[in-house]
């Protein structure tokens, strides 16, 4: 049950797109398409903004995309904006029951 | 409105036991498999523990199993984590989160603290 592998940091200008990795395995979010992704501001609980790998749940803008390839799945934020300013974290199903997530990402907006 | 409230934290020596609770509201809870996880402030989440809607399936991390049960009261809308042998490892605020498509978590609560102390 090891953590996804995310970048601790990543930044961008307003109005720029970021892309956010998380990488796991063949075990993992290689071998099931059960990659989430979740938004969380300083002092809340965490936000769903993917799930399923592209799907976005309603209500969240689609200024937020979810892809994967091999063992990778990323998270574009495109036209960053100031309230985009967040930890995001991935997660993925692992089998047998198990649910693992990543280490998560702080995202600065400049 | 849905929504889940945490609540049952607290400090507890080192050895203790600690029981969670999660009341549900505003929508089917027996329709949905239930999760908890974990955040040392500061930190990374955590998964922890997942139920399936009526109580059969359990599963949890390796670093709870054999310590942490979960558990459910679908007649009362409540979830449940009872934590034994407690060590300042679990120390952590606990949320509970109702399952999605995916294994996805999409409501939370705002989590109960946990601090393991002597």
């Known amino acids: 049950q090891s953590a996804l592998t995310q970048p601790p940091s990543a930044s961008g200008s307003p109005g720029q797109s970021v892309t956010i990795s998380c990488t796991g395995t063949?075990?993992?979010?290689?071998?099931?398409?059960?990659v989430s992704w979740y938004q969380q501001h300083p002092g809340k609980a965490p936000k769903l903004m993917i799930y399923e790998v592209t799907k976005r749940p309603s209500g969240v803008p689609d200024r937020f995309s979810g892809s994967k390839s091999g063992n990778t799945a990323s998270l574009t934020v495109s036209g960053l904006q100031a309230e985009d300013e967040a930890d995001f974290y991935c997660?993925?199903?692992?089998?047998?029951?198990?649910?693992?997530f990543g280490g998560g990402t702080k995202l600065t907006v400049l | 409105e849905v929504q889940l409230v945490e609540s049952g934290g607290g400090l507890v020596q080192p050895g203790g036991s600690l029981r969670l609770s999660c009341a549900a509201s505003?929508?089917?809870?027996?329709?949905?498999?239930m999760y908890w996880a974990r955040q040392v402030p500061g930190k990374g989440l955590v998964w922890v523990s997942r139920i399936n809607t009526d109580g059969t399936t359990t599963s949890y991390a390796d670093s709870v199993k054999g310590r942490f049960t979960i558990s459910r009261d679908n007649a009362k809308n409540t979830l449940f984590l009872q934590m034994n042998s407690l060590g300042a490892e679990d120390t952590a605020l606990y949320y509970c989160?109702?399952?999605?498509?995916?294994?996805?978590?999409?409501?939370w609560g705002h989590g109960t603290m946990v601090t393991v102390s002597s």
């Open positions: 997660s993925s199903y692992a089998g047998n029951n198990i649910v693992v």
């Open positions: 063949s075990s993992d979010v290689g071998n099931y398409n059960s």
């Open positions: 989160a109702r399952g999605f498509y995916g294994n996805s978590l999409d409501i």
């Open positions: 505003g929508f089917p809870f027996s329709g949905y498999w």
